[in-house]
């Protein structure tokens, strides 16, 4: 599996870097080779005084290069110019990624935290699985906030062909995840179906069971965002995992919105598994 690993060098984003047991789950599921790719913004300029920035990311990204080695992994760098999310939305296409890989802040004056909101463009855009990594804020030294990436991951549904599609992850997700929690949020707007939540949700539970993975199943009633987030907050994963709504044309301005108050308010890291990208 090829990922890309989008950083603007600040500290938060190296802590996500560093980080030895989020590469161990990236390896664990497969992945083999990182793209490190690190953008500078179209509204900075290399003529400001004193601002060499294309060396000084080269260099900072030669630093994480050798990480990535270490660890095992084959790994490029990418320093390039423009829109950020359009330049690793970009790079992801061209380079067939499997996944695209970002911390939720950055701390950088300079890049004007540049990771913050380029995650916010890149869940609303992104073309392949979009990981969220969350990092302390409002400190100088900030670490991830839950390690071991797919240790523990919460699966929300709402049984769409977009949530199934979000499921099916799990066959790599599998080889780092030791426990998992599929919840489903009943809403007045749900569709009636034959076979109840608890019945569909056991069903995917025992998929999981399998693969060895202990699985519980809860089905809540009311705002499916909110919903969702208390379970978050009760059980602690250390990601959760859901499919993001395509909106046609209209996609690339706005996200399902279950899935963007997932994305910018969970506590913990998300993995957004978007619709196929058509032409």
Known sequence: MRAIYATDLSAASEAAIQNETCLECLGRIGVDTIHLVTVIPSNVHAGMPGMNFSERRKKGLRRYQNVMEDAGFDTETHVV????????????????????IIGSR?????????????ARNLARTTVVPLLVNRI?????????????????????????????????????????TQVATLVHVESPKDATSEEEPSERL?????????????????VRHGDPAEEILDVEASVTPTTTLVGSRGQSRMRRLLLGSVSEDIVARADGNVFLVPPPRTA
Do not use: C
């Open 81 to 100: 110019r423009g829109t950020p999310h359009r330049r690793i939305n970009g790079i992801a296409e061209a380079e067939k990624a499997d996944m695209t």
């Open 202 to 218: 056991e069903s995917l539970a025992d998929t999981l069971s399998q693969w060895d993975i202990e699985t519980s199943v809860e």
């Open 106 to 118: 950055g701390q950088s004056p300079l890049d004007n935290r540049v990771i913050g909101s380029t």
């Open 136 to 176: 302390e804020r409002s400190t100088d030294e900030p670490d991830v906030l839950r390690e071991h990436l797919f240790q523990r991951v919460l699966y929300a549904t709402d049984f769409s062909e977009n949530a199934a599609r979000a499921f099916d992850a799990f066959q790599y997700l599998r080889h780092a």
